[in-house]
């Protein structure tokens, strides 16, 4: 079987066009707004429309481009499954909003209910899937396992036998290239203020809270701001004397053509992460590469982050080499008045890696004989920023009193992007939004918690 020609040619650049375009700024800035968003990834722009929505007057200011850092080029998953318990209640809300989304946005995203399934490569493995049924239980999630056989019914023509897996139908996929531009487009219509190529260079405070932002074209006042500055988080809050630890990882990504349907939804095996695209094709990760560049903050934050290492040791690969240097080379303070480390780099655009990228061309043809010469159509890389628990970081800053954090999502913050987008604007605006952010306290990593990696019931 070889793959199908195309119904018609996929754009080349089709990922990449949502970052590789002409920076605009802006014609003008207003003066003044009742909360400033730093960041246009898809927890800034969900945050812009659900508070724009509550007629909360909101301008939302991007350095390079909307969805141009990690909500741009994720793997698209919308998962429940396996989540850390914490994060399970606001997923779930996520999930009832991508449910009517793109009705909301008049868009099609790419969303789909067609299922996540995590195979497992041995019985040890099954089995500890199968303690996540606890959890899911709980949670009332329809997460079930499947054997053998079962998954043969899903997944086509894959040369593994894998012993079983545990999938649950109801997760989803989404295009991360499409959802967070028009989530930020309705955030527009519904009177939010979005302004790209306009970075941040920090905030002003009077009376001992937040009085406002400065912006590389001048100054917003504010009473609240949000930074959901993704990767750049932790920089933003040390300039004004916030510790915040945070490190990056990088993921190499591509997406083959068109194929014939191997399997719907997303899959987790045979050393890959693949999930089934909107133009029908896949998008294709390593299982678990991550890339860890050492830099400046791996040391000053080394020991809260000791215990993920721990955990994923055998899945990190640590290099050194110009990221050291180059985050050596950012002050610890700037001037206001002349171009900030956010303005130097509009958008994280890291190489993808090339020895990873052969390896998931030989972890398809392996794992789909039918495709002994897939070819990569595109191929990019992220930074994903993650924390200590791998769990994110949503609160009020007990330093800075009107200024709120949103970030450490960890690798997994696009499914529950717009979930958290509610949560957090109900946090700001001070409606009631049911779902408990107690646990994702900054405090927590100072206060003698324990550092709870992937939590359970
Ligand atoms: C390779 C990869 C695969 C992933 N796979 C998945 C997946 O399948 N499912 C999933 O749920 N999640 C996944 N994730 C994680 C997910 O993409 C992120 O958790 C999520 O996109 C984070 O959104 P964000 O809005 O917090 O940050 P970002 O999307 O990083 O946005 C932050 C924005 O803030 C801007 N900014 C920063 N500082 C300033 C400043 N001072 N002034 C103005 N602007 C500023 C940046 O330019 C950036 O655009 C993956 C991530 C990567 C990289």
Redesign the pocket.
């Known amino acids: 079987m070889a793959p199908p020609v195309p119904d018609k040619p996929v754009p080349d650049n089709l990922v990449s066009q949502t970052w590789e375009k002409p920076f605009f700024r802006p014609d003008n800035i207003p003066d003044a707004a009742d909360v400033v968003i730093?960041?246009?990834?898809?927890?800034?722009v969900s945050t812009a429309y659900f508070l724009a929505k509550a007629g909360i007057k909101v301008v939302l200011?991007?350095?390079?481009h909307i969805?141009?850092?990690?909500?741009g080029?994720?793997?698209?998953?919308?998962r429940k499954q396996c989540r850390d318990a914490r994060e399970l209640p606001m997923m779930i809300d996520s999930m009832n909003i991508w449910t009517s989304l793109e009705k909301d946005l008049g868009e099609d995203v790419g969303f789909r209910r067609t299922g996540c399934i995590y195979a497992a490569k041995s019985e040890k493995e099954l089995a500890n899937y199968e303690d996540w049924l606890k959890t899911a239980r709980h949670f009332g999630l329809d997460t079930r396992l499947l054997n053998a056989a079962e998954l043969k019914t899903h997944i086509h023509g894959a040369s593994e036998n894998w012993p079983g897996a545990l999938h649950t139908p109801s997760d989803g996929r989404a295009e991360p290239h499409l959802a967070a531009p028009a989530i930020a487009r309705a955030a527009i219509r519904a009177g939010a203020t979005i302004l790209t190529t306009?970075?941040?260079r920090g905030m002003e405070q009077s009376a001992g809270r937040v009085s406002g932002v400065i912006t590389e074209y001048g100054t917003i006042k504010a009473q609240q701001v949000l930074c959901?500055?993704?990767?750049?988080t932790s920089l933003?809050c040390r300039f004004h004397g916030i510790r915040l630890p945070q490190l990056k990882v990088k993921?190499t990504?591509a997406r083959t053509e068109k194929l014939e349907k191997i399997f719907d939804g997303e899959l987790y095996g045979g050393g890959l992460g693949l999930r089934r695209r909107h133009d029908g094709g896949y998008t294709v990760?390593s299982e678990s590469y991550m890339n860890h560049s050492i830099t400046p903050s791996t040391f000053r934050y080394a020991l809260k982050f000791l215990p993920a290492f721990i955990e994923e040791f055998k899945h990190l690969h640590l290099t050194i080499g110009s990221d050291f240097f180059d985050e050596l080379s950012i002050p610890v303070r700037w001037p206001m008045d002349t171009p900030s480390p956010?303005e130097r780099t509009r958008?994280l655009n890291p190489d993808p890696d090339e020895d990873n990228l052969n390896v998931m061309q030989k972890a398809f043809a392996r794992l789909f004989p039918a495709y002994p010469d897939v070819k990569f159509a595109e191929s990019w890389a992220?930074?994903?920023e993650t924390t200590p628990d791998a769990v994110p970081v949503i609160c009020e800053s007990e330093k800075i009193p009107g200024f709120y954090i949103?970030?450490g999502?960890s690798?997994?913050?696009?499914?529950?992007?717009p979930g958290a987008g509610k949560a957090i604007a109900g946090m700001i605006s001070g409606q009631v939004g049911g779902i408990d952010l107690s646990p994702f306290q900054l405090k927590r990593y100072f206060d003698g918690s324990k550092i709870i990696l992937n939590q359970r019931i």
């Open positions: 730093i960041g246009g990834g898809i927890v800034g200011c991007e350095k390079g969805a141009g850092e990690q909500s080029r994720n793997w698209g998953w919308v306009c970075a941040v959901a500055g993704g990767a750049w933003f993921g990504v990760a956010f958008v992220g930074m994903i949103a970030t999502f690798g997994h913050g696009f499914g529950i992007g």
